[in-house]
Structures are given as C-alpha cells and as structure tokens.
C-alpha cells in the first residue's frame, strides 16, 4: 500500500480512546484532490486490512472508487497490540470512519459505501442500522439473524441436545464441559474458539463465548438498514445458506449475486475468485450510482 502509485495515506481513526490504524487508497484514475465515491472496507473475524487490500481494495481503485481500510475493535493490530475485543455495535465503529471519509474534500459525500466480507457482512449490516450516511452496503455473505443461529449446529454435533441448544446462551455446568472437552479434542475446533474465539471476543471460557455470541444480533434492527443492500451467496458456503431469506427481511432495495463452484467462486466469500466477486459487486455499485 505505500509503493503503489499513489501510495495509500495512512489514517488514525478515534475509537473509545483508541486509534484506529486505517489506509485511504486513491482511486487510479482520480486526480489528487478530485472527488469520487467511496467503498469503506470492514473486515470479518480473522483477517486484517492488509487482506482487504488485496481482495477489494485493489479492484476498487482501478474501477474508480476511493477506498478506505481499517482494523477496528478485535481485527490485527487492535487486537493484538491495543487488546481490544470485537464490539457487536457496529455502527458505533463505523460512524468516526464515515467521519474521517466525509473531512476530506476528495470523498462524495452522496456515495459512501459500506462492504463487509465474512463476519463483516453482520457487521456492516448493524452499521447500517445506525449509520445512515450509507449511500449502499455490501453484505458479503449476508449474516443470519443472530450468530448463535450458526453455533446451534455445531453445538448439535458436538453432543448437546435439541432442548439444550435451544436454550443457548444459557447452558448447563454438564453440557458446557461437554461441548468444552469436545473442543478441546478437535485441533480445529480448538484454534477457532478457545485460541481465537475467546481471545476476539475478550472471554475467557466456553459460557462467555456464548453469552458474547448472542449480542451479534440484528434482531429488531432489519427496518433500520435504509440504504440499497447487495448480498452475495456462494455455493458451497454454509454461512451464506440463509442470504436470501436475509435480504427478503429488509425494507430497503435488496439485490442477490449467487456463485457457484464452476466457476472458482463457490466458497467462503468467493476467495479463489475474487477477481469475478469484485466485477460483480463494483457493477453493481456502478448501478446503483448510475
């Protein structure tokens, strides 16, 4: 980001007392100083800007737009060297972004865009909620309605049964070592939600991870969401299995691109074809700004 031409500008966002670290890339073609519309980039569970530099970032700027990056509460830096957690209140992040976009003379402040992949499809749509200076947002899958909707499976598997998973967050002493030894057994399992669930969430056991997971809720917030939305569903990605039904809940115009797996897209946020998952989100956004 600081070799390209034009390098991108570092930025220090206000958050609770923290900064924010953040990039804003130029569009390609833009003169320094001349105004074009904007894609603010979110990022999900496990990733850092860095990684939307290369998956979105890039793509924006040669189709035309300015570009923002940042790492907020739980993502990269953040995390790991200012120790905050993820918040599920998203609006609350993205609002001093829109802030910082909207002071620069080279932002249209009519066409600011919100895009979140992975776990940041829940986050954008929250900020959308509350953040209604959205000119469109990208939901990219969009999230079920709660996160506990995509634990209530795996709780299944591991053992627990239909009434206790119904229940959750509350949980018995008994099924929470369950569902703890089960875990703890499986290397995978153990990296996604003792090493790192805990850890994002600011928890530190099995219970708190619940209870944290039942605050990422858009339950109540979904006529809140004003601006255009764009969702995407990939084939073979669980996590998107409920992205129809999603967008079918909202007021605002809604729009569904599907991929599939002939043709490289048809996993988690398309990633072994992102180049075919941005043409088709940027045409869209081409659209909408028509």
Not at 152 to 159: I, T
Request: charged share 20%; glycine share 10%.
């Amino acid at each position: 980001m600081a070799l390209v031409d034009p390098p991108g500008e570092p930025l220090s966002i206000p958050f609770d007392g923290h900064t924010m670290p953040g990039y804003f890339l130029r569009a390609a073609d833009a003169a320094a100083g001349e105004g074009r519309p904007v894609v603010i980039c979110t990022n999900g569970y496990d990733a850092t800007m860095a990684d939307m530099y290369l998956a979105q970032g890039i793509d924006a700027c040669r189709r035309g737009y300015h570009c923002v990056l940042f790492d907020g509460p739980g993502h990269g830096s953040m995390l790991v060297y200012s120790g905050l957690a993820m918040v599920p209140d998203w609006e609350r992040v993205v609002t001093p972004v829109v802030d910082i976009a909207l002071e620069r003379d080279d932002v249209d402040p009519s066409r600011v865009v919100l895009q979140g992949w992975s776990l940041g499809g829940y986050l954008a749509a929250r900020a959308a909620s509350g953040e209604h200076r959205l000119a469109a947002g990208v939901l990219d899958p969009p999230p079920p309605a709660s996160s506990l909707d995509s634990i209530r499976p795996l709780a299944r598997h591991l053992g627990l049964s239909e009434e206790a998973t119904a229940a959750l967050p509350e949980i018995s002493d008994e099924d929470e070592a369950t569902l703890t030894a089960a875990i703890e057994a499986n290397p995978e399992l153990r990296w996604k939600i003792v090493r790192r669930g805990f850890w994002v969430n600011g928890v530190s056991d099995l219970r708190g991870y619940l209870a944290s997971a039942a605050t990422y809720t858009l339950e109540g917030r979904l006529g809140d969401i004003r601006c255009p939305t764009l969702g995407t569903s990939a084939e073979d990605d669980p996590l998107a299995a409920g992205a129809r039904d999603f967008l079918d809940r909202l007021t605002c115009p809604t729009m569904l691109i599907t991929f599939s797996t002939a043709e490289g897209a048809g996993d988690h946020c398309e990633l072994l074809n992102r180049w075919l998952a941005n043409q088709r989100i940027l045409d869209w956004l081409d659209d909408v700004f028509a």
